[in-house]
């Protein structure tokens, strides 16, 4: 199913993210996640295209294995540090596949790449023009940031571009993680004041060790507030401690999103089934 359908539909959603293994060897435990993932009937499932060091290769086998489980998934494609022939053959790999949702990304400019270079993507605008060339029924997302892209010099000209992937046939965006709601809220009034009107998905990053903090900051740049970084200084160096702090802080960040109107939420469950599970029986009587 098309997401741009589900959202259309009014009701809250919980949708998941998962990535696909960094070797071959790893395939098996991925994989097996993804099946006790899928068993949560999420409202739909995207799979990452070789972020966080996973690699590329199977986004489209672990896509298509989550339809095979019965849920609605969406494959992720970047494109800056490939070549147009790679990324058409990839789009025509998912469209073969028969996956439906493709979130159109431009990637991290790899260190030391010459960017812009000749005859390169540039920006995730560039792709979407070519999925609409190869594949125009599919359903295409795009990413944006409550907090503005690292790259951006600033937040307007941030959503100038966000308007121009919606204007060219993103119809959804899906956010970068964030900590402290206010800023999503705040970044969705500017996002309808420049005219941006398709649905905003809220990302929520269950934060379980303290390593993945530093991280998530290192990655993002997102501000932790307070209140979080005093939890993680409290249990951060107690793994049992610090994976149910981690859900309680994402579950409350959750509803509160909820009970403010934000009715569609994306969980990056970082191939973390019992965490994905916690969540959801936490908030089973809201979606
Ligand atoms: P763009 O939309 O191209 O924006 C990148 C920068 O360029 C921004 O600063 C923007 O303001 C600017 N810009 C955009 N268009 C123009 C233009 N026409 N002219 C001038 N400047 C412009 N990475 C992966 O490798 N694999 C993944 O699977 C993956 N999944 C992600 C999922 C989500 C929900 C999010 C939020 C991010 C994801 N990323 C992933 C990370 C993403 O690839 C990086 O953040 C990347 O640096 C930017 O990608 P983008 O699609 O947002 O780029």
Redesign the pocket.
Known sequence: MKISEILKENKVTLSM?V?PPKTEPRFDAVSSAVKEISKLKPAFI???????GGTSKY?VQISKDIMDYGVTSMA???C?SSSHETVRQQILNIKEAGIENI???????PDGMAFPGTNQF????D?IHVIKEEYPEACIG????PE?????PDKD??I???K??VDAGCEFL????FFDNSIYFNYLYRLREAGVNVPVIA?IMPVTTKTQMERSIELSGCIIPPRFKAMVDAFGDSPEKMKQVGVIYATEQIVELISNGCTHI?VYTMNKPEIAASIMEQISTLI
């Open positions: 993210e990535f995207s799979c990452t295209y070789g972020a966080g986004t992720h494609l970047t800056v979130l159109a990304l431009r990637g991290d400019i540039e920006h995730a605008i792709l795009g990413a944006c940031y503005k892209h690292p790259d951006a000209t941030d100038k571009h966000i121009e992937k899906t956010t970068q993680m990302g994306h």
